[in-house]
């Protein structure tokens, strides 16, 4: 607990520290003539690089939100929608023609009238200035008035103009699942039966599958999702670096398959809101920390907008406009992933371009559309959807037909923009409010939280949920007309808790459907572990008066309550190995607290993940199904381990793994196990994919350098790493608690930095503050924001030369 005081008194004496006066000379003025711009506004942007815009309109907030989103994130946002688009070729060559064919497959293909419908009013307005905005600013860069982002000219490449419908166009960034654990399961199920997956994927509420009729699992092929994960990788400029891609072996596409699927069950939040009747103020308290992947610069920005008519203040992604969570003046809101199963994956007997459907045939939608390529001819690809959605594979007849696989997606449906849904939420007052933005939510499919300023609290899942009538979701199903959706269940039978008694409720990508919760009503039966839900419960549980700094501590607390179950297992084991013996010794007697000084932390860690699981798995699991359970899910395992089932070699597997990772260890750290340290082991350092092409200098510039992280994915602080070298990879890529009505009092995190410039001081700043867990002020009234000020522009519309 030490470490998690020392992390909220840092964030305490920065915010107290010295801080400019409004009219100080310590604050840079700037006046900005901006072409687009409908009347004269203000940017402030705080001491940490977080901006706050005042403007005379909304459409005009929204303007500056993308002209500043430009300015500080011009080639992540570039590269976004070039990504999500189809247009990596156009700028970075014919390395790329594949991945953009993939990518247009996942694109938005509907009615325009219906997706803009299904935002709140004046969300299209919303889109329209933000885009607007960006492509002024990009004007200014392609006209040398604006410097040219590094990473532009290392890929001899320039930023382009945006239309409003690709923001909503793109969908591949939006979290949906399940269909890499349909495919996954199917091989399994190919390779050793169903039982088998039980090691890669726990099921909940308890639930046992079956094959579904006319389904063949070993007909689906290990790389059918080939093109899905190629749409929605983040881009690598390894072809454009010298020499090109290194010699390295290809990993099978089942290895890819596993290595997918861990880094999505990886990729969960943390969120909780407690009710005044349990806090030291009577306010309540909103805490928010989703956890995707980290790296620099950051997924998230952290923004503030100020019209007339709209005053929010939250992250988001910085391609979209407005905040995705964050709180207005009325009321807060926060977000994490609950696991609705929204993907199919259909399986056709297929005769060239039909399929078989129902008592006769369909043809396939052909789509050919032109890949423009950097320096050569356009690329002429094919794409082609059924009634389902787009084509991932066909393979031809061997003997058993040809087959063709499609994705089913509530991605293909109006209204599933990746976090768009929050536009409802902008200008929401009450509870009623909350509810309505609720019902109509797309995808990411969310848990959200919510406290108003008068007191109220809840949460209610949301997202569009498939209704699937005769099968569980969980393995592919054919394409013959035997299993189809019937249409949204309504999210208004969405659960939902409205002032729980117990005074607070808080999500970690739980499986938390009520007990009494409809059986008919199939969400998920894939959710995260309750590691971090059982900590997250455990402290507010005990805090009968909580208060600010119990939420930062919590967002970064290091306990894994699962580690609990694991050493349990080890009661009564001995080793006659001296260095096992002391592994024993120390695991036994630690409180499962992840600290960066633990040495127990380290030996767990390293035995949990890269040494245990591999054991189980080669005891139980046949040999062809190993390479797509991988290690299993440590829940899996341990839950696997805890039956009567592993009586008999349970002692020997636990043993003979914890050998091995004491081996790995003093290879890693050395023989002397005083010495040995999780922090020596666990740490981010974050590196962007564009540092390939740099010179030495220039790539160590990009990178922020190692940091010692504390946790891991089991604990609040959801610090997921990398096995082969624990460098971080996942985690809270921004951090919120809000202060509900006082709200000058809410405090973030940001990581590296808010800038996207390497050679900004706003790129890096806030990694050793995240990384220590300490937090810089949210500020939100205008006299917060101008004490904190450190840079003031203003700025007019530009004004056209007479000719």
């Keep these: 607990m030490d470490r ?34 409908n009347a004269p506004a203000q940017m402030v942007v705080d001491r940490w690089g977080i901006p706050h815009i005042f403007a005379g309109s909304s459409r005009d907030a929204f303007f500056l939100q993308g002209y500043n989103a430009a300015r500080d994130r011009l080639w992540q946002i570039d590269l976004w929608r070039k990504r999500g688009l189809g247009r990596l070729s156009a700028s970075f060559g014919p390395s790329y023609v594949a991945q953009d064919r993939a990518a247009r497959l996942f694109l938005y293909r509907g009615d325009m009238a219906a997706e803009w419908a299904a935002y709140a009013p004046g969300a ?66 190919c390779a050793a039966g169903l039982p088998a997956d039980r090691l890669r994927r726990k099921l909940e509420p308890p639930h046992a599958t079956a094959v579904p009729a006319g389904l063949d699992p070993c007909a689906v092929p290990a790389d059918v999702l080939k093109d899905y994960l190629l749409a929605t990788e983040p881009v690598s400029f390894e072809a454009l670096a010298p020499g090109g891609k290194t010699a390295e072996a290809e990993p099978s596409a089942q290895v890819k398959l596993a290595q997918a699927l861990d880094a999505y069950q990886n990729e969960g939040s943390n969120n909780w809101v407690i009710a005044p009747s349990r806090t030291a103020t009577g306010r309540p308290i909103l805490a928010n920390d989703p956890h995707r992947p980290v790296g620099a610069p950051s997924l998230r920005y952290i923004v503030h907008l100020n019209a007339p008519d709209l005053d929010i203040i939250g992250a988001g992604e910085p391609s979209l406009p407005g905040v995705s969570f964050g709180h207005n003046a009325q009321m807060a809101w926060g977000l994490t992933i609950f696991y609705i199963d929204q993907e199919d994956l259909y399986v056709y007997d297929t005769k060239g371009d039909s399929y078989r ?20 001819a356009p690329r002429e690809v094919t794409l082609k959807f059924t009634r389902h959605g787009p084509v991932l594979a066909e393979t031809p007849d061997t003997g058993k037909g040809a087959h063709a696989f499609a994705m089913r997606t509530v991605w293909n449906l109006p209204g599933a923009s990746g976090y768009f849904g929050s536009s409802r939420m902008w200008r929401a007052r009450s509870w009623a409010d909350f509810k309505s933005g609720q019902e109509s939510w797309g995808t ?3 848990n959200l939280v919510f406290a108003d300023t008068s007191g109220d609290i809840g949460w209610s899942a949301a997202g569009l949920t498939p209704a699937r009538p005769n099968w569980d979701g969980l393995l592919p199903v054919p394409g013959d007309g035997r299993y189809e959706w019937a249409g949204m269940m ?12 117990r005074g607070f409720v808080a999500t970690a990508n739980q499986m938390n459907l009520p007990a009494d919760y409809p059986a008919n009503r199939t969400i998920s039966y894939e959710w995260a572990d309750r590691s971090r839900i059982t900590r997250i419960e455990e402290v507010l549980g005990a805090l009968p008066k909580a208060t600010l700094a119990d939420s930062m501590a919590l967002q970064t607390d290091s306990h894994d309550a699962l580690s609990r179950r694991t050493i349990a297992l080890l009661k009564g ?28 932390a380290a030996i767990y860690q390293v035995w949990a993940t890269n040494h245990l699981g591999k054991a189980v798995v080669a005891a139980v699991i046949p040999p062809a199904a190993r390479d797509v359970v991988g290690s299993g899910s440590i829940d899996g395992v341990v839950t696997w381990l805890e039956t009567p089932e592993a009586a008999s070699t349970r002692d020997a597997l636990l043993l003979t793994s914890l050998a091995e990772a004491v081996g790995d260890l003093e290879t890693r750290l050395g023989p002397d196990m005083a010495s040995w340290s999780w922090g020596r082991l666990h740490h981010a350092d974050f590196t962007p994919p564009a540092a390939v092409l740099a010179d030495r200098q220039l790539a160590r510039q990009m990178s922020t350098g190692a940091l010692e992280i504390p946790g891991s994915a089991q604990s609040p602080r959801a610090a997921t790493y990398r096995p082969s070298d624990f460098n971080q990879t996942a985690g809270a890529s921004v951090r919120l608690v809000m202060d509900v009505g006082a709200w000058d009092n809410s405090v973030a995190v940001n990581t590296p930095g808010q800038s996207g410039d390497p050679f900004s001081v706003h790129y890096r700043d806030l990694f050793p503050l995240w990384a220590s867990g ?21 700025l007019t519309p530009q004004v056209s030369n007479p000719r």
């Design 4 to 37: 998690l005081l020392a992390g909220v008194v840092a964030g305490a004496l920065l915010a107290g520290a010295a801080q400019a006066e409004p009219g100080s000379t310590a604050v840079r003025r700037e006046a900005w003539s901006v072409a687009g711009l």
């Design 573 to 600: 084991l001995r080793s006659p190995d001296p260095s096992v013996a002391r592994a024993l010794e120390l695991l036994r007697g630690w409180d499962n607290d992840e600290t960066t000084g633990s040495a127990a």
């Design 444 to 446: 990411p499919p969310l």
């Design 357 to 376: 459907y129902k008592s006769g045939s369909e043809p396939m939608k052909v789509v050919r559309e032109s890949i423009e390529v950097k320096g050569e």
């Design 490 to 501: 309504p999210e208004s039978q969405l659960p939902a808790l409205h002032n729980p008694p």
């Design 774 to 794: 300490a937090y810089v002020p949210l500020d939100f009234s205008r006299a917060a924001v101008d004490r904190d000020a450190e840079l003031v522009v203003t």
């Design 124 to 189: 299209r307005d919303a889109v329209e200035a933000f885009a607007a905005g960006v492509n002024a600013y990009v004007a200014e860069v392609n006209a040398g008035k604006r410097p040219l982002p590094v990473e532009f000219r290392l890929t001899a490449s320039r930023p382009e103009a945006w239309a409003p419908e690709d923001i909503l166009r793109i969908r591949s960034h939006a979290l949906v699942s399940n269909v890499a654990s349909e495919v996954a399961r199917a091989q399994v199920a």
